[in-house]
């Protein structure tokens, strides 16, 4: 059973900076595709950052030149260095594990990952 336990959210003023770490515990396979979603009261979840085993990333453009993602194969963990944050990026932010496949293009508009965190809540003060 594949378990995602997410954490290093929290709270900061605007230009701050947080890094998330995503710990998946079970059989992720050799061939997965890792992602951080997020989603605010009222809004609809969305796309943040893939990485897939092949080291290929993916960003929302809200995030990019801003947002890391990067992962440690070794210790299973993923995480997301989010920088000059902006209050727009307050949200609750999810893991999200996708066993036997690359991570693709669309990813972000089909949410196609089985496996999901609680969850870690950013909130960024102006």
């Known amino acids: 059973q594949v378990q995602l336990v997410e954490s290093g959210g929290g709270s900061v003023q605007a230009g701050g900076s947080l890094r998330l770490t995503c710990i998946a515990s079970g059989y992720i396979s050799s061939l997965h595709c890792m992602g951080w979603f997020r989603q605010a009261p009222g809004k609809e979840r969305e796309g943040v950052a893939t990485i897939g085993t092949d080291g290929w990333t993916s960003y929302a453009d809200s995030v990019k030149g801003r947002f890391t993602v990067s992962k440690d194969n070794t210790k299973n963990t993923l995480y997301l260095q989010m920088n000059s944050l902006e209050p727009e990026d307050s949200a609750m932010y999810y893991c999200?594990?996708?066993?036997?496949?690359?991570?693709?293009?669309?990813?972000?508009?089909?949410?196609?990952?089985?496996?999901w965190g609680q969850g870690t809540q950013v909130t960024v003060s102006p």
């Open positions: 999200a594990l996708r066993r036997g496949s690359a991570c693709y293009p669309t990813d972000f508009a089909r949410f196609d990952f089985p496996y």
